[in-house]
């Protein structure tokens, strides 16, 4: 199956930016952190050498293609398969961007190179940022975050003190919570006096619902995560997505199986969808959502995709979640 865009996916729903346009500029798993909670599974190249990575072209080639088609989002977002500010271009493609559409900039980050002046240049430009931080203390960022060795966490912090200094846009800050590792007192009480000398203009809390890279991983509840948006104070918020229902696919598929009948645009939708499944797992909801489709359309292309060996399925917390093989 052939691909028409290689470097963008979506727009994909998100509890964070309602209806985002990924854009993909670091090969998979690329990144500067190994973290625990990954949704991609581990980090195959643990790096922190910026390199251009992608033609930047063609990037902006299939960015300027959606947009003249008339692209509907909320944000055109950085992200995706790697640390998306590892690429060395990140700024010229930013500014690229607005140049040729209003729909606002986001860049979805780890945070751990805005110790770099040349990082925080590249993203000055943007409407968003949005970093993670999971830790304060070293020994807890160890653990969770699996850094790349010349990384620390008084460099991230203070990278992200002197983004808030430089940057005009809005800074959320993210913080994903694994039960028994970063959820005792002492642990939130030193990302609590990070994110105070952070400053950013949200904090938004954030635990495992889809798969996980280290199978152990526990999700925090949302009472515990209720206290502790409390204990951040009033511009904390929880982002977790705890509420989806269950729902069973598994009575359809020989259904859907048998009256499958593709058009091109039944082939155009599953292209776009293997491709937001090369990037992140999905359940049902969050693909007929983004391709704005019916489940029962949805799980037509699930089954055909399964069938052929392009996708596999996994179940957490009884959500059914599909992702590209």
């Not at 509907?72 to 640390?83: K, N, P, Q, R, V």
Request: charged fraction near 25%; include cysteine.
């Amino acid at each position: 199956m052939e691909h028409k865009e290689q470097y963008l996916y979506g727009p994909v729903p998100s509890r964070r930016l309602h209806l985002s346009l990924g854009v993909d500029i670091v090969p998979f798993k690329v990144c500067t952190l190994d973290c625990v909670y990954c949704q991609l599974g581990r980090t195959t190249q643990k790096s922190i050498g910026r390199k251009e990575f992608v033609p930047v072209e063609d990037v902006l080639s299939e960015l300027k293609n959606r947009i003249a088609e008339g692209l509907t989002a909320d944000y055109i977002t950085f992200s995706g398969s790697g640390e998306p500010t590892l690429n060395s271009r990140l700024g010229e493609m930013i500014s690229e961007v607005k140049k040729i559409t209003t729909i606002p900039v986001a860049v979805l980050t780890n945070g751990t190179l805005f110790y770099r002046p040349d990082v925080r240049t590249d993203c000055s430009n943007a409407d968003l940022i949005l970093p993670s931080l999971d830790a304060g203390d070293q020994k807890t960022f160890e653990k969770i975050n699996r850094p790349h060795p010349d990384i620390n966490i008084e460099r991230v912090i203070s990278g992200l003190c002197e983004l808030r200094k430089q940057f005009a846009g809005q800074i959320w800050i993210e913080v994903f919570l694994v039960d028994s590792i970063n959820t005792q007192a002492q642990q939130l009480g030193s990302i609590k006096q990070a994110v105070k000398l952070i400053r950013p203009d949200k904090i938004q809390l954030n635990t495992a619902v889809r798969p996980t890279a280290d199978a152990s991983v526990k999700p925090v509840g949302y009472r515990k995560l209720r206290d502790i948006a409390d204990f951040f104070g009033p511009r904390c918020e929880i982002i977790a997505d705890l509420a989806k229902p269950y729902v069973s696919v598994s009575d359809d598929r020989s259904t859907a199986a048998e009256s499958a009948q593709f058009s091109a645009d039944d082939n155009q939708a599953m292209e776009t969808l293997l491709s937001m499944l090369k990037r992140r797992p999905c359940s049902l909801d969050d693909i007929s959502s983004s391709l704005r489709i019916h489940r029962n359309q949805a799980i037509k292309y699930l089954t055909c995709l399964e069938q052929g060996g392009f996708i596999c399925s996994e179940r957490k917390k009884g959500i059914i979640f599909y992702k590209a093989i």
